[in-house]
């Protein structure tokens, strides 16, 4: 990989962790009207997401460039890992608040927190990438290589996501039975959304994982990518129904936000499709694909210029306007990391 390819790589998740992060703080500097409590925290807290990514980019980079050394195996998952645990505390503690605004903005942050979680998953599992263009170019009998970690740690790994996907599905059940109350309505859905990402990137992992051990099968090649591709339909559509399916006054914000977590659900296929498209196989059309992520951030972006003119005249419009933004930010974020497996997997220097 070019040297200053692999910078500017590096850079975007940087950067859209500035973005999410500026935005929050100013849509917070008022910080005494609801709507902006709620959409600023949100955004601020996107931003672990942005670093948890960083880390997966800075992980396989650094392995395409030959300036790996194993403390970055410790360095990078624990900066990302570290921004997740910290946005999880941080949304407990801002539930604490007892507010209704505080109410839902700390479930969410949590949820985002869960996200983070994941993503570093994605990071430590990429620890051993360079052993997947090795295997992809080798035979299944040939089992898994010396360097690849033990299945104990690779079903470990996939445990991570597993068990996020698992409690936001609890938590968003529980409230979701309290939804004639409106922040646990709102709170709830969202969490759904939220859900479905962290059940897509159990597919992201468990790829990774099961290629970096040569144990990944002809069978799981679209199983996968069909799992992630029905997580982004789940939460898109569940979102229209939202929107669509009542008259509740407070059905817009969760509606519309479950829309952009199903348009991060199909960024993140681009990932998965693309290391099952190039697992022992030539892919003409591979280098297409980092196209994926920036047409599901261009969706956000134009989806959140259209909901802020709508907000002029309801202000239900308002948080998802904002959040959208982030989102958008996000999708872009792993345009940058397809783009990196993309390059890692088709050999590019």
């Keep these: ?22 935005l929050g703080l100013y ?18 807290s996107l931003t672990a997401i942005c670093i948890a990514l960083f880390t997966t980019a800075a992980m396989i980079i650094r392995q395409l460039t030959h300036t790996f050394s194993p403390a970055w195996k410790v360095i990078l998952p624990v900066i990302g890992y570290s921004a997740a645990g910290a946005t999880v505390i ?52 040939d089992g898994p290589p ?3 970690y033990s299945r104990a740690t690779g079903a470990a790994l996939i445990a991570v996501p597993v068990i996020a996907t698992v409690a936001g599905a609890l938590w968003a059940a529980m409230l979701l039975a309290r939804a004639a109350e409106t922040p646990d309505y709102v709170a709830g859905h969202v969490l759904l959304g939220i859900t479905a990402i962290c059940a897509s990137l159990i597919s992201l992992v468990s790829t990774v994982v099961r290629q970096v051990r040569n144990e990944f099968g002809e069978g799981e090649r679209w199983a996968w990518t069909l799992w992630v591709l029905l997580m982004g339909a789940a939460a898109f559509g569940w979102g229209v129904i939202v929107l669509f399916g009542d008259d509740r006054v407070d059905r817009i914000a969760p509606g519309c ?56 005249a309801n202000p239900g419009f308002f ?21 990196i497996l993309e390059a890692g997997t088709s050999g590019k220097e």
């Design 257 to 312: 936000v479950l829309l952009g977590l199903g348009m991060v659900c199909f960024s993140i296929v681009s990932k998965v499709w693309l290391l099952a498209l190039t697992w022992r196989r030539e892919c003409a059309l591979a280098n297409r694909i980092p196209l994926l992520p920036v047409l599901t951030c261009l969706a956000c972006l134009f989806f959140s210029a259209f909901l802020a003119e709508a907000a002029t």
């Design 27 to 44: 849509v917070l500097r008022d910080g005494t009207d609801a709507n902006d409590f709620v959409a600023g925290h949100i955004l601020v």
């Design 1 to 22: 990989m070019n040297y200053w390819i692999s910078i500017l790589f590096r850079i975007i998740p940087l950067a859209m962790g500035a973005v999410c992060l500026g």
């Design 319 to 339: 948080v998802p306007a904002r959040v959208l933004a982030g989102l958008g930010a996000v999708c872009f974020t792993l345009f940058s990391i397809v783009s």
């Design 90 to 141: 941080w949304g407990f503690a801002i539930i604490q608040q007892g507010s209704v605004p505080s109410f839902v903005a700390g479930h969410v942050i949590a949820g985002v927190g869960l996200i983070a979680a994941c993503v570093s998953t994605v990071a430590t599992a990429s620890s051993a990438f360079t052993l997947i263009p090795r295997n992809a170019h080798g035979r299944a009998q």
């Design 146 to 148: 010396a360097e690849a």
